[in-house]
């Protein structure tokens, strides 16, 4: 089975960053820690609010983090004005409201295929690859295939706040969607909430081909490190996808 790749979410440094205020911690310096601890790629979300990540950190990311930056933003005329002119390797869509704490959701694109499918166009024609992050829903799958993402992000968060039984059939649901997704031909990777406690069934569910992981590994960071606790995720995520885990 192909390695799976290993994206890290950089966002809560700087939330600790702008606690503060000043230049410490530098998300920057996390992200050129991430090719030593075994990741793969840097994602990081410019809120409409700059609530932690800013544009100069995306600027930065952009020209000297060295490993591919995936940057989530909303589907606006500004932001897509942001991505046309930094030309990260990718962009991922999520849907946007100012008074969450993260990501509630995923993008309804079923009800916006009319105002997501020019925005997928116009990152498509400038050579940035398009994700939406989506549920794990096969009416939304089927919408992305039409607005012609070539890649869509399944939500975990519900999955890994699960227990039990509803946790088990979180998981089914989420491994009959990747499913769904390679069968229309998108490229599948998931995120959102995943720990050490839940990565490994995710891993190894086939066709999933990347993991984006952000908060849980700024936090763990906090105790062992930085490049130890992502190394803990990269062990298990492949011991996952060698069926070891």
Request: include cysteine; charge should be negative.
């Amino acid at each position: 089975m192909d390695r799976l790749r290993l994206g890290i979410n950089v966002d809560h440094v700087a939330t600790l960053r702008n606690a503060r205020g000043g230049a410490n911690p530098d998300p920057l310096r996390a992200a050129l820690l991430v090719a030593e601890a075994g990741g793969d790629g840097i994602t990081a979300h410019l809120r409409e609010d700059r609530r932690h990540i800013t544009d100069r950190d995306v600027e930065r990311l952009a020209a000297e983090a060295g490993l591919p930056l995936n940057l989530e933003m909303a589907a606006t005329a500004e932001m897509v004005g942001i991505a046309s002119r930094l030309r990260p390797h990718a962009c991922c869509l999520v849907p946007e409201h100012r008074a969450e704490r993260t990501t509630e959701s995923g993008l309804d694109v079923a009800r916006l295929m009319d105002e997501l499918a020019p925005v997928v166009g116009a990152l498509g024609e400038r050579g940035i690859r398009v994700s939406l992050f989506v549920d794990p829903d096969p009416r939304q799958l089927d919408a992305a295939a039409r607005v012609k993402a070539p890649v869509v992000e399944l939500h975990t968060g519900t999955y890994c706040g699960a227990e039990g039984e509803a946790r088990a059939r979180e998981l089914a649901r989420l491994e009959a969607a990747a499913r769904h997704a390679a069968g229309l031909g998108l490229e599948v990777h998931a995120g959102h909430g995943l720990d050490y406690a839940t990565v490994a069934a995710v891993a190894a569910l086939p066709p999933v081909r990347e993991l984006n992981i952000g908060h849980f590994l700024i936090g763990e960071a906090i105790f062992e490190g930085f490049v130890p606790a992502v190394r803990e995720m990269r062990r298990l995520m492949d011991g996952a996808r060698r069926g070891g885990a």
